[in-house]
């Protein structure tokens, strides 16, 4: 929220004003959460260099004078080759079928490939549905190569979306900060009038339980070998403040579970002597105690449950 003006009771708003739910979507690591995040001006998406790191939707707000954008971060849509896989793009689907605008996302330093061309045949199915090509990453290459890209997406589009391709396409970098108010610009042109839809401040409807085991999940991702990220789930087990603490020096207790398919994998993850997941507590810590405003304390715990990625029961009880 800009300090430049006073919080807005949701029964009023300025004439024109507009307000809607948008929806970024593009293959895993595309740079859809860094642009979120960009966008709200505050970390509420978990960002990895890992595919696949967002498994829930997350929605960001971003308040403006004429407009509120509600920001739903989804999985990379891709062809799945797990029941979790499938399940994800389900996800997918049903959030696209409510969101007003859709922001697809395509990396200016990665060729158009096979898993754009998918998502673009799966957009073609959402019948008079703005989309917005987003082109990220765009501080990765040189003029002449985003050139080049744009008059590729801009292929893409004429190709999936008929003679009028996509509504709009804007180059943007999330890391460098440019031309992030541009895609909000554009964003906001494609939402239909209205009243806001979360009172001003607000920057994200999640549960913190959700946020904090996203955290943990960003932390423990962090420079392990490419099998882990599909493979690794995290259940905030019991959240409670610490008796016996003072009014100006609150703790609270956070007792959280790691699961793994393998105890190949749950050795990576604890590391020698436990060292790795000291690590992946200590990092996790710091984004916590900034969410939540208080200090923490963070008990983690390895476990293993085999197969969870294809087993409908397990995947029900660790939240999918």
Known sequence: MSDNHTPRALGEWPEGFRSGFTSFVGRPNAGKSTLTNALVGQKVAITSAKPQTTRHTIRGIVHRE??????????????????LGQRLNDLVAETLSEVDAIGF??????KIGPGDRFIATQLAQLQRKPIVAIVTKADLVDREALAAQ???VTELGN???????????VPVSAVKEFQVQEVADVLVQQMPAGPPLYPDGELTDEPEAK?????????ALEGVRDELPHSLAVVVEEMVPREGRSENNPLVDIHVSLYVERSSQKAIVIGRGGSRLREVGTNARKGIEKLLGTKVYLDLHVKVAKDWQRDPKQLGRLGF
């Open 150 to 152: 744009l008059i590729a």
């Open 66 to 83: 004429d407009a509120q954008l509600v920001l739903v971060d989804t999985p990379g849509l891709h062809r799945p080759r797990t029941l």
């Open 211 to 219: 946020m904090i085991a996203e955290l943990v999940r960003e932390a």
């Open 105 to 110: 996302c395509l990396p200016a330093n990665e």
């Open 159 to 169: 190709q999936n979306f008929g003679p009028n391709g996509f509504a709009a396409i």
